[in-house]
């Protein structure tokens, strides 16, 4: 009788000892095979098992390849296993010897293969509907090679977004309510996306019919996918894939209105991805956007979470979260001097989190941050666009099912030949580049004369006042802003608009060339500011001006003037020889007439890329309740058409330079 407590692995050992009285050697290597160097040991992992390397195989095939041990193995029994069978076929086929047949055994106990199991994670976040090539964006189509790429590398993978995956998009995305970006994420395969401010800029209903498909309710240019794309019914699909959206609540019933984890199984290893938006979500979307819905504490969701999932056996989390900070220096795999949200959320979780990605601020950086126990924390963001791209390695003990170690890299993605563009997603892209032609040549409205970016020589220009007008007029209203001056970079002006121009009707602008002008897709943000704020967010326009600069601002300030374009409620002057931080005439400075109170605070409307102190604008970070507003595109469509006599240039009169 054999005793049950008897390992079966020593069972196998007594056999093979026994088995090899009676074995004869009856294979010879193949004379026309040879075995490298690198490889004339049989190893399995690292360990040495004791035996050379010999062919095996009439094709060459060796005694170590017949092992496989570099795959992936479920646990270390399963591998040992795997071996177990595999040296008895070959010692029956007159192979092997039961004496080597036990070294084998024993090497596979002592090897620690499968005691670990490798997954990757591929991770990005802010790719806001990019899916045309443009600038230093590369597309969706190189994108997906990317991903295809690290997928190859591991077939145990996940591919995951920490949000802002549409919305602020470019045309082609942005036409036809970002249908293109799901569409292409779908054939790209992508598993989770844990939702950002963005995914609410049109509010619950509409980020339900991204997640389970169906046709815009109103707009004409929905469900214009491929055919392969569109369901039975000839409708958008939906994203094949999760949403998550952990901390976010409907207000009637206090369920959430997505789910807050996602689960994927790696050869019986659970892991668990928690996704969620930022808190302050309200404070940067349009009150229509977040109608019904709360938004909780981030880290407090996730703890409450990790109960839960321990009850279910999950031992491995991933909090996929749209928040995140900025570093001082060290690239895009360094984290010097971290700063913003996410370095408390990360200092208040619960140590059973083993990773983070992080989004939002558009920064790339490659952190371990402290966690609740003090206990570092991988935290990562691979910037924008789908520019960069996150390589992340897992190693999960088989025993355990939690997290042993995690690696990371962030790779950009060049919009350039080095990244062949795949095939299928390129057929996404130029599919609905020609189906915009014809909305792209829609008329929104008139101008009575040319808008240019010509300026005075203060720095305005007259399309700039008018798009400052713009997007006053889009902000100002009690509750959507309550703005009083709205400021626009010079340099997101990007074309003028001509009154005449082959092929169009005089004083006809159509949304093709709105666009052109403005082809960032930013929202615009309203903010709160002091009126010295206000005064330094202008002296920051000339050269030589750093105060209010972070470390690792440039120390000689600007590279050159830029001034912002500014709306008619606003005048000043400023002295081009005054001294640095010093060139604005305080009494000068005036809102709708009246002088500007250093201590009163003011609304200021400003686009999502200054008010995060894009072009060196820093002062604008000292701006508080924060509410996000439409696309800048969406702003001046609205102010064309609300001026169907036609909008004028500009009278470049709200600024004034002195010597």
């Known amino acids: 009788m054999i005793d049950k407590k008897f390992h079966p692995t020593a069972l196998a050992l007594t056999c093979a000892l026994i088995g090899a009285l009676g074995w004869q050697y009856a294979h010879a290597a193949t004379p026309a095979c040879t075995i490298d ?42 591998f040992v296993s795997h071996v177990s069978r595999v040296s008895f076929d070959l010692q029956k086929a007159g192979k092997l010897s039961a004496v080597e047949r036990v070294k084998l055994l024993s090497a596979a106990q002592a090897s620690g293969v499968g005691s670990t199991l490798k997954v990757k994670l591929i991770g990005f976040n802010d790719f806001h509907g990019s899916v045309e090539a443009s600038g230093s964006n590369p597309g969706v189509a ?58 609410f800029d049109e509010g619950k209903a509409e980020i339900l019919r991204m997640q389970h498909g169906g046709n815009h309710p109103t707009d004409i240019y929905s469900g214009k996918g491929l055919p392969a794309d569109l369901s039975a019914e000839g409708q958008f699909k939906g ?44 404070t940067i979307v349009s009150p229509a956007g977040v109608a019904g819905l709360s938004f909780k504490d981030e880290a407090d969701t996730v703890n409450a979470l990790i109960p839960q999932l321990k009850a279910q056996g999950i031992e491995a989390v991933v909090v996929l979260v749209h928040e995140g900070g900025a570093t001082v220096s060290g690239g895009a795999n360094g984290c010097t001097d971290v700063s913003g949200a996410i370095v408390d959320i990360v200092k208040r979780l619960d140590p059973a989190v083993d990773m983070v990605v992080s989004g939002h601020t558009h920064q790339a950086y490659n952190c371990e941050l402290p966690n609740k126990a003090n206990a570092n924390v991988r935290v990562t ?49 130029d599919h609905y580049k020609a189906e915009a032609l014809e909305p792209a040549s829609r008329v929104i409205g008139r101008i009575t004369a040319s808008l240019t970016r010509d300026t005075t020589a203060a720095g305005e220009s007259s399309l ?32 003028d608009m001509p009154y005449s121009a082959p092929g169009k009707i005089d004083g006809q602008v159509t949304y093709g060339e709105a666009f052109t002008v403005q082809p960032f897709g930013n929202a615009m943000v309203t903010l709160t500011l002091t009126g010295a704020d206000l005064k330094l967010v ?15 601002a440039p120390v000689a300030g600007q590279p050159f003037n830029r001034i912002l374009q500014v709306s008619d409620s606003l005048r000043y002057t400023y002295s081009a020889n005054g001294p640095a931080c010093a060139k604005v005439d305080a009494a000068s400075l005036s809102i709708n007439g009246v002088m500007v109170d250093p201590a009163a605070s003011y609304r200021i409307t400003v686009n999502s890329f200054l008010a995060d102190g894009g072009d060196q604008f820093y002062a604008l970070r000292n701006g508080t309740s924060r509410l996000g507003g439409a696309v800048d595109t969406d702003a001046f469509d609205a102010y064309l058409r609300a001026n169907p006599a ?14």
């Open 37 to 78: 160097a690198g490889n004339s040991r049989v190893t399995f992992g690292s360990h040495d098992t004791g035996l050379a390397n010999r062919v095996v195989g009439a094709d060459c095939a060796t005694l170590d390849d017949a092992f496989a041990d570099e795959q992936p193995w479920a646990n270390q029994a399963a």
């Open 142 to 199: 190189r994108f997906a090679t990317k991903v295809a790429e690290l997928k190859a590398a591991n077939p145990l993978h996940a591919v995951v977004s920490a949000g802002d995956m549409i919305g602020a998009s470019p045309l082609v995305s942005a036409l036809f309510h970002d249908e293109p970006t799901i569409e292409a994420m779908n054939r790209i395969g992508i598993d989770f996306n844990a939702v950002g401010n963005h995914e």
């Open 239 to 282: 994203a094949q894939f999760g949403f998550l959206a952990a901390n976010v609540q409907d207000t009637t019933t206090g369920q959430t209105v997505l789910p807050g984890v996602g689960i994927k199984d790696f050869m019986g290893h659970k892991v668990a991805f928690i996704g969620m938006t930022l808190e302050a979500t309200p």
């Open 381 to 429: 963001s691979a910037g924008q666009y789908g520019r960069m791209i996150t390589d992340i390695d897992l190693t999960l003990d088989t025993r355990t099912h939690d997290v042993r170690s995690v690696a990371a890299n962030n790779i950009s993605i060049p919009n350039s030949s080095a990244v062949a563009e795949a095939e299928s997603l390129k057929a996404v892209v």
């Open 464 to 495: 700039g006042d008018v798009i400052a007008d713009a997007q006053l007029d889009a902000t100002d209203d009690p509750g959507f802003g309550d703005a009083v001056v709205a400021l626009m970079n010079p340099g997101g002006i990007r074309a």
């Open 538 to 552: 202008l002296e920051q326009q000339f050269t030589g001006c750093t105060q209010g600069y972070p470390a690792d």
């Open 646 to 659: 036609g909008v004028a240039p500009g009278a470049r009169n709200r600024i004034t330079r002195l010597p």
